[in-house]
């Protein structure tokens, strides 16, 4: 998961993409970066952190153009080489500049065919350094001095032959435009807005429909699954459908990545998230239980938790006080940072907690680790029975499609039942979210999406590149425990960044 926007303007776009980044910055926190062209050379500022603390005035000044990426980073479980912070860039064929969110699933037998037969350099372990070197092959292969939109969609549709895995995707070529493409399952978000200035419009990609609204863009439409569309250089947009597709958008989306005021594949991530709770609720009511008080865990609870509380006839309060300074702990780089930042992240209300049976309500439970913290930490405030309710069903099976969900055996969930899971946590009750509540929580919204990817919940991946040899291997090296392991995995051309994300 990554936050991606590019924007092909009328005067500088550096401010805009700034801005953009911002909105987008819950979807990565390590680094960040942006790349502007202004009709001769591409300018390049990236680094380490947050937005704000990579760009300063002194150092953004230089980034001028009227096209430009923008790019956040999301953070690895094993480390990274900063030079795999984004956007990368090749200056053959013309100059190109590209920014992705996603993970190639065929990354490392591509990487050696990049090498080996393409002849090219790969100097990071990133999966997206080699796809914009795919991308490059194939526009030099039509050994044309100038790209016309057919041309762009044939090199594509072999760009589309070549990987697999799941991409969205933003490139500016040099003297020809922005284009941006979707992987045929539509699997990660990319949506398209239009803004007017003066006689024509502006264009812009983002990641979510936040940042185009947090810009004054209107938003246009998602992004179809397995689109090319090309905006060029004077500002005329062409599409094409370049792979078979199949809309199996990532569920988590709407779960917990997503920010509640964005909206993707046309349905309301705040809306679906009242949905999940509303559904919740039927199976808790079920149980017939005493609870004086429902209150979320913050923040992507939240809208969850108060129609849950609504149908269960009970109090929604809010108990724990989030420190706004902190960020998002599940995509934290690794476990003993995760637990530092839990325990200042949250500061209970403890008269909200004191002799009261307290349902806490969560967007899902990963690790577990946690969750156990939160739930200490309600018990020491007094809490006479704490209940536990999660919005996604149990996470059984890893991610290979670019979340940080890892192996089989750091799932609270994949060899322990309910009830031994809710023991570990020290509740009085645990109840999960059912796959079918789920899906219909996110289909409602859009009839097209008929078959979200559930992969994490029930191991059933719908690229079919997904085989239990491959998930196997990938258990090995994300397995790895020792820094002799780390660097055998380099070795065999899966990065950190690689270990990570599948």
């Given at each position: ?185 539509a699997h990660r978000p990319l949506i398209l807005g239009k803004r007017v200035d003066g006689p024509s419009f502006e264009y812009m990609f983002a990641s979510e429909s936040v940042a185009l609204n947090a810009m004054g863009f209107e938003v246009m439409r ?281």
């Amino acid at each position: 998961m990554c936050g991606i926007i590019g924007i092909a303007g009328n005067h500088h776009v550096v401010q805009d993409l700034y801005d953009g980044l911002v909105t987008l910055q819950h979807r990565g926190q390590d680094a960040a970066g942006i790349m502007t062209y202004d009709g001769k050379k591409f300018h390049l500022r990236k680094g380490d952190g947050l937005v704000r603390e990579v760009f300063k005035v002194h150092n953004s000044a230089g980034l001028k153009g009227s096209m430009g990426l923008g790019h956040v980073r999301y953070p690895t479980a094993g480390g990274y080489d900063p030079a795999e912070s984004q956007p990368f860039y090749v200056n053959a064929p013309f100059g190109i500049a590209l920014i992705h969110n996603g993970n190639l699933t065929n990354y490392i037998k591509l990487s050696k065919d990049v090498e080996s037969n393409n002849i090219r350099h790969l100097n990071t372990g990133s999966d997206s350094e080699v796809l914009l070197n795919v991308v490059a092959d194939e526009i030099l292969k039509l050994h044309e001095p100038k790209l016309t939109p057919q041309l762009l969609f044939q090199a594509m549709e072999r760009v589309y032959k070549r990987i697999t895995g799941s991409y969205s995707v933003i490139m500016m070529i040099a003297d020809h435009g922005l284009v941006a493409f979707r992987d045929p399952q539509a699997h990660r978000p990319l949506i398209l807005g239009k803004r007017v200035d003066g006689p024509s419009f502006e264009y812009m990609f983002a990641s979510e429909s936040v940042a185009l609204n947090a810009m004054g863009f209107e938003v246009m439409r998602d992004l179809k699954p397995g689109e090319v569309i090309f905006i060029d250089e004077k500002k005329n947009m062409h599409s094409h459908i370049a792979g078979k597709s199949k809309m199996t958008p990532c569920s988590f989306e709407w779960i917990y990545l997503a920010r509640p005021d964005s909206t993707i594949d046309e349905v309301s991530v705040y809306k679906a998230r009242l949905r999940m709770g509303e559904y919740l609720a039927q199976k808790i009511k079920a149980a017939n239980l005493e609870i004086d008080v429902v209150i979320p865990v913050p923040d992507s609870s939240r809208s969850a938790a108060i129609p849950l509380a609504h149908e269960l006839g009970v109090k929604y309060r809010e108990g724990l006080m989030k420190n706004r300074y902190i960020g998002r702990t599940f995509i934290m780089p690794d476990q003993a940072t995760r637990n530092k930042s839990i325990r200042y992240k949250l500061t209970p209300i403890e008269l909200e907690f004191k002799g009261k049976n307290v349902l806490l309500v969560d967007d899902s439970i990963v690790r577990g680790n946690t969750s156990r913290q939160i739930v200490d930490m309600v018990r020491k405030s007094g809490a006479k029975k704490v209940y536990f309710a999660s919005c996604a069903p149990p996470l059984m099976y890893p991610c290979v499609y670019g979340v940080d969900i890892p192996t089989k055996k750091e799932l609270i969930a994949h060899n322990m039942t309910v009830d031994e899971i809710a023991k570990s946590l020290g509740v009085d009750g645990l109840f999960y979210q059912d796959v079918d509540d789920l899906v219909k929580s996110i289909a409602v919204g859009n009839a097209k999406i008929k078959d979200p990817c559930m992969a994490c919940f029930t191991g059933k991946y719908p690229t079919p590149e997904v085989t239990p040899e491959m998930l196997e291997e990938v258990e090995k090296i994300r397995g790895c425990e020792s820094l002799q392991d780390h660097a055998a995995g380099f070795e065999s051309g899966m990065s950190d960044d690689q270990m990570s994300m599948m």
